[in-house]
């Protein structure tokens, strides 16, 4: 049963709750280290009191529309069998549409470059929130701003390096971590308000509209630093799986929202007393002797929201790699338990890379400003869009209902989008170049499996027809079992044709297995494993995996003892065919992708690994093929 709709008790709900306080808000929960500081640091809005509480009204209204109506009661409603985020929400969309071919293409290509782009806000929500905190010095101590950059390099090297021992220890810190970190945002923020309670007027949004009617260019521009208190807001979809609708919205209902507004009201009502403070208004709020606690409780709570897009970003490239959008990669599993957590080294380390890269060519939070809302925005927005195909083809609610529903969250989704365009040249480049870069990786992956497998099956022979003639004056049997992996069910494997042609031989049993990865997160064992018998101890084998399970191939395997067929655990020898992709000029992709795919191809990790094959029993043959 999915955590979405598991019947919980309180302590479970309670432990579920300050679970997705520390994965589910590290994000947006650190927003308050940069946000309203970005808003006011360009100098073209000035810290007048009306400007104050005009921008302190915008905040207020897009933590509230974003994030209280659009993520937390509307998206967090379309969930695939328990699951959530952008995948999931790709698997959704397009299978709404499965009889509009050129609708469900374009909403697939839309999919696929809002989950490249996600890569992009893995990379700069690491660098952004470390700096942010670690900027805190300049604050307290401004003789030590040469520190900032090194040390928050420290903190990046610290944070990469541990990801191979497993998030589970760290995991279980996160929650307490970031109940401390609210319950400090509540309480900086608190006594400022109580000081000047006229802050609170900017809960009316006649603050909002009178501040856009009144600076119009400048305010769409500073909607690109309005934008950055709903980072993460994707977050609250993409975790729904691990914590379940119910505990998401108590955790932002009862302790996110409040907080934040606190802090941000906190923020304001101090700027009204000084609006010198605006160089960094959140380090201001404390008072002299909480600074040091302050500082280190800051940099453990952008650990931790660097930690869950790190870890986010292992589990879309996992469930990419199962939708074939990307190629295989080594992934370890970090946990006896669950299944979930995982280690990616190719992704930790390139991650690690561009992080640095970031740091250092940016250089500070405020240039990283730039750069970070571009991603955030693009991603909100395609979200919304799919959300709209869901209700409309996958739910049947009525044309004019979903359009109410996601139309003026599109239009403040486009809004924020057009004003974070107007910082490509000031950083939004990055995120962009990086959501472009992994766009044309998985492009060239899907495209050119789409081509393997149409020149594998030109050549195929069908399966059931070169048994027959092989049984007609068959070959000597031998002990055991052999189990043949083939990409395309029905069709004669290469791996058999080559253990003939060398071997001569058939073993005593033979089974043909294909692995197929489906749209959904999850397939049960119940579903698992089709059978067909085809005379001779011969069998053809369909296994089924969501993009969510493990696939286990020897496993799977167990459940045909069921339908009669016995293995032998040391008596199964494994056949895999291995194709070496040969580019060529013709009528397929360019040559220059073409490369690149047979690169990829080339370079993905074994099949015998990702299928957890027992590595003293696999027999591989190779073949060429042209493209």
Partial sequence: ????????????????????????????????????????????????????????????????????????????????????????????????????????????????????????????????????????????????????????????????????????????????????????????????????????????????????????????????????????????????????????????YGVVMPALVLNYFGQGAMLLDNPRGVENPFFLLAPSWAEIPLFLLATAAAIVASQALITAAFSVTKQAIQLGILPRLRILHTSVRDTGQIYVPFVNWGLFVLVLVAVVFFGSSTKLAGAYGVAVTIDMTITTVMTFFVIRYGWRYPLALCIGATGVFFLIDVTFLASNLLKIMAGGWFPLLIGIGMFTLMLTWKQGRRQLSAKLREDAIELGAFLEAVFINPPTRVPGTAVFLSAEKGTTPNALLHNLKHNKVLHEQNIFVTVKHHEVPWIGFDKRCEVEALGHSCWLVALHFGFKNEPDVPEALELLKKHGVQLEEMETSYFLSRDIVIPTIGSGMALWREKLFASMHRNAAAAADFLHLPTNRIVELGSKVEI
Avoid at 158 to 166: A, D, E, I, T, W
């Fill in 1 to 252: 049963m999915s955590s979405s709709h598991a019947v919980r008790s309180p302590s479970a709900l309670a432990g579920l709750t300050l679970g997705a306080l520390g994965v589910v808000y590290g994000d947006i929960g650190t927003s308050p280290l940069y946000a309203l500081k970005e808003v006011f640091h360009g100098g073209h809005v000035a810290t007048t009191p009306d400007n104050i509480l005009g921008v302190l009204s915008l905040l207020f209204w897009t933590l509230t529309i974003v994030v209280s109506l659009k993520y937390v009661l509307l998206i967090l409603r379309a969930d695939n069998n328990g699951e959530g985020g952008l995948i999931a929400m790709l698997a959704l969309a397009t299978n709404a549409v499965n009889d509009k071919p050129r609708l469900r293409r374009g909403l697939l290509l839309v999919g696929l470059f809002g989950t490249a782009i996600f890569f992009g806000d893995a990379v700069i929500t690491p660098a952004m929130t470390v700096l942010g905190a670690v900027e805190g010095i300049d604050v307290y101590e401004p003789q030590l701003h040469d520190a900032i950059l090194p040390l928050t390099l420290i903190v990046m090297v610290g944070l990469f390096s541990v990801q191979r021992f497993g998030t589970g220890g760290i995991g279980k810190a996160f929650g307490p971590v970031m109940l401390a970190w609210f319950a400090s945002l509540a309480l900086l923020g608190l006594p400022h308000i109580l000081e000047n309670p006229h802050v609170l007027a900017a809960v009316n949004p006649l603050y909002a509209v009178r501040f856009c009617l009144e600076y119009r260019w400048v305010a769409f521009v500073a909607l690109g630093a309005v934008v950055l208190v709903v980072t993460g807001g994707e977050a609250l979809y993409a975790d729904l799986g691990h914590f379940g609708k119910q505990p998401i919205r108590i955790a932002w």
